[in-house]
């Protein structure tokens, strides 16, 4: 009976040197670091100004890093490491993680963009919106990441942050698109895990957001962004290449994404679409230098661009406005309304076919043939299912 406490504390130990020798080769990865920060930011017509470059230790790169974090700015962050310091910090990470990487290829897999793992990724869409997701990183590529991040977030926030990935914890994201139909609009539901964040029109205050296709930063101007958090996992775990199916799963309140842009469809009474996807990653962001996998639904994974009535250019404060044709206000999206939806109509099965048709019915290029199409389906599945056949007939 002695034994077993005995190996309890044994592990503990074992756990806790893992994680000094961690901080310690992290702590000094970050002093010997040097950080190639590559920037651009936009004109105040849209396009991007040339390429600024600035070699930095980890002090000022965390200043100027998180200073140009959130606009819309292409921004690279190279981490340059001393042969020797790069070599121990590798080591270590091979002991601290050596459950979630490949012996033979030196790899490991996460949930999470790292530099370099684009090669190595395997995306799986769901038709509701989501994807199951995963990267494969050489461990070389994962350290060189992780010193950014420690730079950038602090090394023992960093280190708890591994640990905690060690034990399964989840990681906390959001799935994002742009809404097609929906401009101007503000909106969040704490219980929905919900968020509409308006872009603004004028150029210099618009986030940073991917680009897909042909679309261009002034493509998103007076558009509205949707988030919905999430959670993946496993976040860290060991690559199998002869794997047929990913094994990171996406989660949600809201597993049926149709039914988002349904609800909100019936609360603004417009027909509202998601353009393409993407993910965001609260705590691992730092891990990739702002490239993100993008996907979409067949047939709406494009961004439908507003008509524009006006542009002002102001020329000495370099800022552009544009004003929107359409200068109806934004509908007012009440969160205790879409709450009142969503609650009553979700998750019942028998609900999801007539708003889902209802849905179709509102989209403005539909033949009207085929709007009252969906309509009538929408009608007999809400009032009739079950019922004899000669309500049915009354109701053609």
């Known amino acids: 009976m002695d034994v077993f406490p005995e190996t309890l504390w044994v592990k503990k130990d074992n756990k806790n040197l893992e994680t000094e020798k961690l901080e310690k080769a992290l702590r000094i990865a970050v002093d010997e670091a040097t950080f190639y920060l ?13 390429p600024k470059c600035q070699t930095l230790k980890a002090e000022q790169f965390r200043k100027d ?86 730079a950038i977030n602090g090394i023992d926030e960093t280190v708890s942050l591994l640990e905690t990935w060690k034990l399964g914890k989840p990681i906390n994201m959001y799935l994002c698109t742009v809404l097609n139909g929906l401009s101007g609009s503000s909106f969040y539901s704490h219980d929905q895990g919900l968020q509409i964040v308006p872009l603004s029109l004028p150029l210099s205050e618009l986030p940073r957001l991917p680009l897909m296709g042909d679309t261009e930063p ?26 047929k199916e990913n094994i990171v799963h996406t989660s949600s309140k809201l597993t049926n994404f149709e039914f988002i842009y349904a609800a909100l469809s019936l609360l603004a009474n417009r027909y509202i679409s998601p353009s393409f996807f993407w993910y965001e990653y609260s705590d691992a962001s730092a891990f990739s230098q702002g490239i993100k996998q993008i996907w979409g639904i067949p047939g709406e994974n494009r961004l ?36 009142k939806i969503i609650n009553a109509l979700y998750p ?20 009207l043939e085929d709007r009252f199409i969906d309509l009538r389906i929408a009608l007999e599945a809400l009032y009739i299912r079950g019922i004899r056949q000669e309500l049915k007939y009354r109701l053609y």
């Open 38 to 50: 590559k920037f651009s930011d936009l004109e105040f017509d849209g396009e991007f100004r040339k």
């Open 65 to 150: 890093y998180l200073k140009k974090q959130m606009g819309l700015i292409k921004i690279k962050a190279r981490v340059n490491l001393p042969h020797k310091v790069a070599k121990q910090l590798n080591d270590v990470l091979r002991e601290t993680l050596e459950e979630f990487i490949d012996s033979e290829t030196d790899k490991i897999g996460h949930v999470f963009l790292v530099d370099k793992c684009f090669s190595h990724s395997r995306l799986k869409p769901r038709p509701n919106g989501l994807a199951d997701i995963e990267f494969q990183s050489q461990i070389s590529d994962f350290a060189s990441s992780l010193v950014r991040v420690a």
């Open 218 to 243: 002034i493509d998103y101007l007076g558009m509205s962004l949707l988030k919905v958090q999430i959670s993946a996992s496993p976040v860290l775990f060991k690559p199998k290449p002869d794997r």
């Open 304 to 339: 439908k661009k507003i008509s524009w009535k006006e542009i002002h250019r102001d020329y000495p404060k370099e800022e552009l406005t544009l004003i929107p044709k359409d200068d109806s206000p934004p509908p007012n999206l009440d969160d205790k309304k879409l709450d």
């Open 348 to 367: 019942n099965d028998k609900h999801l076919i007539p708003l889902s048709r209802w849905h179709r019915s509102m989209r403005t290029k539909a033949r």
